[in-house]
């Protein structure tokens, strides 16, 4: 029987997954399409985001992973089951031992279940590791070296700092807002100006295409679509980047308290390093336009977005598996040996 190893970046937004020898094969919105007449999965990743918003009232969207953690097992082992058997499907491969990345701050009872759901999807073992280690591997960074390097994990549920050294993280602070909370302040802020309400898809188009977190040279605009509060009825309206910048402000705001609240709790030593190398970005979040520099300016240290922020983490699991001896100190025996 032929394993496969698989390392799996199991987002709120995306799940990424890394097969050793192969890099990156899936990757896929974490969302599952549920039809509630008889309970059964319509469809998982692309095909279900795509019904988001336009589906009968039978047929619902599900997103299992609400702000890093698993919100509905079921779905969750049913499209960690339907991906597992994407990697495997086509290949003489029948098994997949599965290295799963988990955010740092999650509690036993969420590392539970994220290791149940995929055992139960028929991964065996399952080993997990902590997402900004992963994270720092995928981004490039010298982990195991006596030296402070920082990663600022920002993906769709979870914004994830840390400070590491010798394999280890020695400061870090996790909190629920992410690119979903752009999302939200989006919706809430073209609802309270406009009296306009309009979808996710929507949202993260706009945040997509006009959003930043710093001033830019030019302002840029955009005509969104919605359903006037007023009188119920569908309306154009445009936005601005600086409308945009104006929405996202308080949730940027929490990541800059992130960020500030781990180098406060890092060791002088350490945080002599980080003046010196600079702090690092990953996660899809980390491509809104001007991040970089509003970290910049906050904390006065160099920053850098990694060359793939949104593959970082499964990057990450990638060196992992294909260097298990190098990285001995992060697993744990269950898959240490191959």
Same mark, same amino acid.
Do not use: W
């Given at each position: 029987?032929?394993?496969?190893?698989? $390392?799996i970046?199991?987002?709120t =937004?995306?799940?990424?997954?890394?097969?050793?020898?192969? $890099?990156?094969?899936?990757?896929?919105?974490?969302?599952?399409?549920?039809?509630?007449?008889? &309970?059964?999965?319509?469809?998982?990743?692309?095909?279900?985001?795509?019904?988001?918003?336009?589906?009968? $009232?039978s047929?619902?969207?599900?997103?299992?992973?609400?702000?890093?953690?698993?919100?509905?097992?079921?779905? =969750?082992?049913?499209?960690?089951?339907?991906?597992?058997?994407?990697?495997?499907?086509?290949?003489?491969?029948?098994?997949?031992?599965?290295?799963?990345?988990?955010?740092?701050?999650?509690?036993?009872?969420?590392?539970? =279940?994220?290791?149940?759901?995929?055992?139960?999807?028929?991964?065996?073992?399952?080993?997990l590791?902590?997402?900004?280690?992963?994270?720092?591997?995928?981004?490039?960074?010298n982990?195991?070296?006596?030296?402070?390097?920082?990663?600022?994990?920002?993906?769709? $549920?979870?914004?994830?700092?840390?400070?590491?050294?010798?394999?280890?993280?020695?400061?870090?602070?996790?909190?629920?807002v992410?690119?979903?909370?752009?999302?939200?302040?989006?919706?809430?802020?073209?609802?309270?100006?406009?009296?306009?309400?309009?979808?996710?898809?929507?949202?993260?188009?706009?945040?997509?295409?006009i959003?930043?977190?710093?001033?830019?040279?030019?302002?840029?605009?955009?005509?969104?679509?919605?359903?006037?509060?007023?009188?119920?009825?569908?309306?154009?309206?445009?936005?601005?980047?600086?409308?945009?910048?104006?929405?996202?402000?308080?949730?940027?705001?929490?990541?800059?308290?992130?960020?500030?609240?781990?180098?406060?709790?890092?060791?002088?030593?350490?945080?002599?390093?980080?003046?010196?190398?600079?702090?690092?970005?990953?996660?899809?979040?980390?491509?809104?336009?001007?991040?970089?520099?509003?970290?910049?300016?906050?904390?006065?240290?160099?920053?850098?977005?990694?060359?793939?922020?949104?593959?970082?983490?499964?990057?990450g699991?990638?060196r992992?598996?294909?260097?298990? &001896?190098?990285?001995?100190?992060?697993?744990?025996?269950?898959?240490?040996?191959y």
């Amino acid at each position: 029987m032929l394993t496969r190893y698989i $390392g799996i970046d199991l987002g709120t =937004a995306n799940t990424v997954i890394f097969a050793r020898g192969k $890099g990156i094969i899936i990757r896929e919105p974490s969302v599952v399409a549920v039809n509630t007449k008889t &309970d059964q999965v319509c469809s998982v990743g692309k095909e279900a985001k795509e019904i988001i918003g336009r589906s009968p $009232g039978s047929i619902i969207a599900v997103h299992p992973l609400k702000d890093g953690v698993i919100a509905d097992f079921d779905i =969750a082992t049913a499209m960690l089951q339907e991906m597992i058997k994407k990697t495997l499907r086509r290949t003489l491969f029948t098994k997949a031992r599965v290295l799963i990345c988990i955010p740092s701050g999650v509690t036993a009872v969420e590392r539970r =279940a994220v290791k149940e759901a995929a055992e139960k999807a028929g991964a065996k073992p399952v080993q997990l590791v902590q997402a900004p280690l992963a994270a720092a591997l995928g981004a490039g960074l010298n982990v195991m070296e006596p030296a402070g390097t920082m990663i600022v994990d920002i993906g769709g $549920g979870m914004c994830e700092t840390a400070v590491i050294s010798m394999g280890g993280i020695v400061a870090s602070r996790s909190i629920r807002v992410a690119g979903d909370a752009f999302d939200a302040a989006i919706v809430n802020f073209v609802r309270k100006k406009y009296n306009l309400l309009i979808g996710e898809r929507t949202a993260e188009s706009v945040k997509l295409g006009i959003g930043s977190a710093f001033p830019e040279e030019h302002v840029a605009t955009m005509e969104i679509r919605g359903r006037n509060l007023l009188n119920g009825l569908p309306e154009n309206i445009k936005v601005t980047s600086e409308e945009v910048r104006e929405a996202l402000s308080e949730p940027l705001s929490h990541v800059l308290d992130a960020i500030r609240e781990t180098l406060s709790h890092t060791p002088p030593e350490l945080s002599a390093d980080i003046i010196e190398q600079g702090i690092t970005l990953a996660g899809g979040s980390a491509l809104l336009r001007g991040m970089d520099k509003l970290v910049n300016r906050e904390t006065g240290m160099p920053v850098y977005v990694a060359e793939y922020p949104l593959d970082a983490v499964a990057e990450g699991t990638g060196r992992i598996l294909e260097h298990p &001896d190098r990285y001995e100190e992060l697993l744990s025996e269950e898959i240490r040996y191959y």
